[in-house]
């Protein structure tokens, strides 16, 4: 195998272990290649346990927890970056003092990847595409699986599976794996940026910088290459003015501007334009209707993506009515005697909660459960849309520092005389389902967990939060027969 950076022999610090599992890859991937490694994490080693874990009986790693040590920055020959590290650590500081090589796991598998790559970057909907186009080039491309900024898949986990090297590699990356990239010499075939909304301001000094830091997945592009943008998105011209090299195709909710090259719905068809000949690809019917306007958008940008790879992929009815849901986005993990009950967890920015009160508003009583960690974010429209949407005695608020700005917002607006503030999730999912009993004979009824925040002042991340709504509900429904 081609090697890219040489690890052999080489000192690696990684920086931040992490819980996500990314972490956990990238130690591999450098143990593998001969480095010796030593983990630096602020976290302790009972906060790490479950990553730990997974190093079991082997050798060959060293560990400082708890804080960061100059020496080991001075001593490193690499320094690894776990996407979570601030650009601004003081610790980084001392490793570029040194001349120190700083990566991170992104420019790690674009130094050494060898196979055609279909990235997604974007604020919304970039897991969502990735996962859609894996699955709509599975049939033809049996080893194609989502990777890159997922848990169960990270992105230095596809440099050593034994797949074809046609098979393309699916990822999805976001703007802190960008920041160290292009990778000169490697580009990637199709690179999608689905949306740019306000998110992440407490690591970007402004959305500028936040734009320029997903601009680079285009940065390393040729005309041979393939850039997808949004036609509606107000960052699009942000885009064109770096002037990509690769060849630029649009997403549209309607007809395109004369000569526009991408893909958009009419009479109930997704289009494929090109050099002014139109190909129909599949009838998508109501799929919007049914799955939200924003899940319509992210369809489009994954049938673009995979007939830009290849150009004799067929779409089916079928298979767009079967692509799958993914975990902890909107995702229905109730539905039984008119009650449903959505985990969105992974909604950690308000436009992201907005999108979800949109598509399930109108479908029954709607129950919101809201509230989290701030990320420097407005939530003005956010309190808008469920002064618009949901009842007050219907909202419930998790505590925690984007909550708190929430709440002042739907004060100032007059929305409520009290609000329902609980400190733990699960007495807000229990008292989210007390209101569901109150109306028996409203149906359905829809309880929404749906943050609009990070996560970090009450759990690890956005799965964790998750999985312990989840749980939640599994026991309130086993204990309390009457909320099913």
């Known amino acids: 195998m081609e090697q890219g950076m040489q690890m052999k022999g080489k000192k690696a610090l990684v920086m931040g272990l992490g819980l996500h599992g990314g ?203 393939a850039l997808i943008l949004s036609a509606h998105d107000e960052w699009t011209p942000f885009f064109l003015e770096k002037k990509p090299k690769s060849r630029v195709y649009f997403v549209s909710a309607g007809n395109f501007q004369a000569g526009d090259n991408g893909i958009y719905i009419s009479d109930g068809y997704a289009l494929f334009s090109e050099d002014g000949k139109v190909e129909r690809l599949v009838h998508i019917g109501a799929f919007g209707s049914a799955r939200g306007e924003h899940n319509a958008s992210n369809l489009l940008f994954a049938l673009l993506a995979a007939r830009l790879f290849d150009p004799d992929t067929v779409f089916s009815e079928e298979a767009i009515a079967s692509l799958p849901g993914v975990r902890f986005r909107e995702q229905t993990i109730l539905n039984r005697g008119g009650l449903s009950v959505v985990n969105d967890s992974c909604a950690t920015s308000p436009d992201a909660t907005i999108a979800a009160i949109r598509r399930f508003v109108s479908k029954g009583e709607l129950i919101l459960i809201v509230g989290g960690t701030d990320k420097n974010l407005d939530y003005r429209e956010l309190a808008e849309e469920i002064g618009r949407s949901v009842k007050p005695d219907n909202l419930f608020l998790l505590n925690g520092s984007a909550t708190k700005k929430l709440a002042r917002e739907l004060e100032s607006m007059g929305y409520a005389k009290k609000l329902n503030i609980y400190e733990e999730l699960k007495d807000a999912a229990g008292a989210a389902f007390e209101r569901a009993h109150l109306f028996p004979d409203v149906l359905p009824k829809i309880i929404l967990f749906s943050p609009g925040a990070a996560s970090f002042e009450k759990f690890k991340h956005e799965f964790d939060r998750g999985e312990w709504f989840s749980e939640v509900v599994k026991e309130i429904v086993a204990v309390d027969r009457e909320a099913i």
């Open 23 to 225: 972490g956990v890859a990238t130690v591999r991937y450098l143990l593998r290649r001969g480095a010796e490694v030593t983990v630096t994490d602020l976290k302790t080693e009972s906060e790490l346990a479950p990553s730990l874990q997974e190093f079991s009986g082997m050798s060959g790693i060293q560990f400082a927890l708890g804080g960061h040590r100059e020496d080991d920055f001075a001593c490193a020959d690499i320094v690894v970056v776990n996407p979570g590290v601030p650009r601004q650590s003081p610790f980084l500081a001392i490793a570029r003092e040194y001349k120190k090589a700083i990566v991170n796991d992104a420019s790690l598998f674009f130094m050494e990847n060898r196979r055609p790559v279909i990235a997604v970057t974007g604020t919304r909907g970039k897991t969502t595409t990735t996962e859609w186009i894996a699955s709509l080039l599975s049939q033809k491309y049996p080893g194609v699986r989502p990777s890159g900024n997922i848990p169960e898949n990270p992105l230095l986990s596809e440099i050593e599976r034994e797949v074809s090297p046609e098979t393309p590699v699916i990822c999805e990356l976001s703007s802190w794996q960008l920041e160290f990239l292009p990778v000169p010499g490697r580009a990637l075939k199709i690179a999608a940026i689905t949306n740019l909304r306000a998110d992440h301001l407490n690591r970007y000094d402004n959305m500028e910088s936040y734009a320029s830091a997903k601009a680079n997945i285009f940065g390393g592009q040729d005309g041979s290459d």
